[in-house]
């Protein structure tokens, strides 16, 4: 069946660098945008980055923008968020989300099941 | 951006209640907009979609409704697997929004 899974996460020093990753199967992954979106402990959602099928279209939240990379690998079936200059206020559940279209155009169906990372001292 | 704000933030309701939550848009967005109900420790899942559009696979005891600012969540008969916090999410442009959650809880 569909699945989303996130790797990566830990815990990390502020200003370092942290790679996720997510593995996508049961479906056909190159058909589809892909989104990050994150929750910090006990808070709301906060939507932080796409990628188009094709990787041709990349959007960022402003509070990572120039901080952080989306990438993806349709060989692989593989998506990955490339995180640089870490602050305390990135820790957060980050979820791999996949779009219901191509171009990251509608909602979000279906979800990972999440990564945490901590930035911390 | 768009700002979504949901209300209210929290409330109490009994196994068999018809519950509403409340959505509204700092602009208009048609019918861009989504539901998703999250459990503790589980990522949020897809209700609702297109405003009214219900989901594969979710119950027709939830429903959506509304379009421009103004949007609605409504639960019929709530069962006790509902007891979690639902979010308003537009996807009308980017940055993507989410409305802040509304939790509900057993009474």
């Known amino acids: 069946q569909l699945q989303l899974v996130e790797s990566g996460g830990g815990v990390v020093q502020p200003g370092r660098s942290l790679r996720l990753s997510c593995a996508a199967s049961?479906?056909?992954?190159?058909?589809?945008?892909v989104h990050w979106v994150r929750q910090a402990p006990g808070k709301g959602l906060e939507w932080v980055a796409v990628?188009?099928?094709?990787?041709?279209?990349?959007k960022y939240a402003d509070s990572v923008k120039g901080r952080f990379t989306i990438s993806r690998d349709n060989s692989k079936n593989t998506l990955s968020l490339q995180m640089n200059s870490l602050r305390a206020e990135d820790t957060a559940v980050y979820y791999c989300?996949?779009?219901?279209?191509?171009?990251?155009?509608?909602?979000?169906?279906?979800w990972g099941p999440g990564t945490l990372v901590t930035v911390s001292s | 951006a768009i700002r979504m704000t949901q209300s209210p933030p929290s409330f109490s309701a009994s196994t068999g209640d018809r519950v509403t939550i409340s959505c509204r848009a700092s602009?208009?967005?048609?019918?861009?907009l989504a539901w998703y109900q999250q459990t503790p420790g589980k990522p949020p899942q897809l209700l609702i979609y297109?405003?009214?559009t219900l989901q594969s696979g979710v119950p027709s005891r939830f429903s959506g409704s509304g379009s421009g600012t103004d949007f609605t969540l409504t639960i019929n008969r709530l069962q006790s697997e509902d007891f979690a916090t639902y979010y308003c999410?537009?996807?009308?442009?980017?940055?993507?929004?989410f409305g802040q959650g509304t939790k509900v809880e057993i009474k």
């Open positions: 297109a405003a009214s």
């Open positions: 999410q537009q996807y009308y442009n980017y940055p993507r929004t």
């Open positions: 990628i188009s099928y094709d990787g041709t279209f990349r």
């Open positions: 989300v996949r779009d219901a279209s191509g171009f990251g155009e509608v909602y979000f169906d279906y």
């Open positions: 049961g479906f056909t992954f190159s058909g589809y945008a």
């Open positions: 602009q208009g967005i048609a019918t861009s």
